[in-house]
């Protein structure tokens, strides 16, 4: 064992690879990352197996070329168009009055052998919703604790076995035989929620290509998830077909003008109305398009997306009781203006727009909305605040015990991109300033007085040149 992690996202429209291995401080150190165009899956399912295979392969030869690393192991996404998700109990006796990883272990099989796991499905994660000692409820970590009872309430996501085998069928093909599958929505909002959106509830919704996965988070765990088979190639198909255009000019009109929020219509500031686009069949003749009218397209199919999770959400009972607010991540959430849609449709929850903070290194760059699935799996598995848990091989992860004569001061170093703790690495984009994002561990960002150079801008100038009249 050398620590060393393959993850894969296998998205709809690429696959993502990416090779990582833990630094002596848990920071997670990128070795090389890989992306290729997908084929042979589409809405989360492998519809080809050998083009599949080729993709993935494509994309870890890509990753390897970087490093001569050998890793260990390999970690998968899968979609939640595969799953179904239970809760379930289970408690054990303490035989030595002091709960160690074996009664963590135990407790955790336990609640697992008490569920119903119906039939050709398999075990994906077993997450621990709470623990409880004798009679203490929501013990967070009960390891070290003093009892004689452990009891504990998980959230257990199965996945469909033949889908799985699937996967692991083009994984071996691509020269992978052994992995871990990992929920791609459980995933992303590892690599974007923080600790205070973890344990306050946080919904993620991750705006994919044929996929829109959606989860939500409470007292530190996941506690449901959702998916729904429509992304933003759905938004590209209905240009095509409405506007008789092939699909890659359909794909350039959504990624060039696509906006939710710009004013399109005639004489707008923008001095821009029309669009050639070529036609179907035909593609030397061009017919002019009016942008409002691909506008029009574009909203219709986002805010319907957007209203199917508001229902999903609502038929669960979470929508009231939300927490923190939304964040939508994902290859669509790029598009122009979805936040004010988004804050329209789910009417008054606060809504952010987020990416995985860039885990630098060198010349590769991870911060991009498309990568939220892949960074979370890093977290999930190489990340300082992992938690105890069940992985897909019904295996324990435990958190990672970090070495206090090595571990930095609880800050994030952003030029260093050395986050102490994964969960901080939630990077909001929004003009507007937002509390959240301070880092509030580092008081002297909020307390420290103004030194004379930051004086001298803003009020600290106009106050010397006050100065200077007496
Ligand atoms: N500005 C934009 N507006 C709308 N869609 C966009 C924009 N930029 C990228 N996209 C879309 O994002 C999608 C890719 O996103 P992402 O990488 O998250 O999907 P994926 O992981 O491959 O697919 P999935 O998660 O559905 O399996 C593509 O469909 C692309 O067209
Ligand atoms: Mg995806």
Known sequence: ????????????????????????????????????????IYKGIITNIEDAAN???????????NTLENFDTT????????????????????????????EINQVMQMALYNATIVPEYEVIHVIPIHFKVDDTVDVDN???????????????????????????????????????????????AMALLDSQQKKFGATVINLGDSTTEFVCFKSNSLIFNGFIPVGSSHITNDLSEMLH??????????????????????????????????????????????????????HARVEEILILIRKNLKKSGLLDNIGSGIVVTGGMSNLDGIKVLAQAVFDGIPVSISAPKNIKNGFMSLDEPTMSTIVGIL???LGKSRGFELDSNKKLVRPIKVDPRISKPAHVDINTQK??????????????????NLDLNNKQAILTPLDDKQKKKGVGKFWTKISEWF
């Open 379 to 381: 977290y999930l598995m």
């Open 142 to 188: 009960p390891l070290n604790m003093n009892g004689s009872r452990l009891e504990a309430s998980v959230f257990i996501v199965t996945a469909k076995r033949t889908s799985l085998t699937n996967i692991k069928s083009a994984l071996k093909i691509s020269g992978i035989e052994n992995c871990i599958f990992v929920l791609d929505g459980y995933a992303s």
């Open 75 to 102: 970690v998968v996404s899968i979609s939640g168009n595969h799953t179904k998700s239970i809760r379930s109990s289970g408690s054990v006796n303490v035989p030595n009055g002091i709960i160690t990883e074996t």
């Open 245 to 298: 255009t092939p699909p890659a000019a359909a794909e350039k009109l959504k990624i060039d003008y696509g906006s939710l929020i710009k004013d399109y219509s005639p004489k707008n500031d923008l001095g821009i109305t029309k669009v050639k686009i070529p036609r179907i069949g035909d593609e030397h003749t061009s017919s002019e398009v009016a942008l409002e009218s691909i506008q029009t397209i574009i």
């Open 1 to 40: 064992m050398n620590n060393t992690l393959l993850a894969i996202d296998f998205g709809s429209s690429s696959v993502k690879a990416v090779i990582a291995k833990p630094d002596l401080e848990h920071n997670i150190g990128i070795l090389g990352i890989g992306t290729q165009k997908s084929q042979g």
């Open 55 to 65: 993709s993935i392969r494509d994309a870890v030869l890509m990753a390897k070329k």
């Open 419 to 436: 986050a102490d703790d994964i969960n901080t690495s939630a990077n909001v984009k929004s003009n507007e300033t937002n509390l959240s």
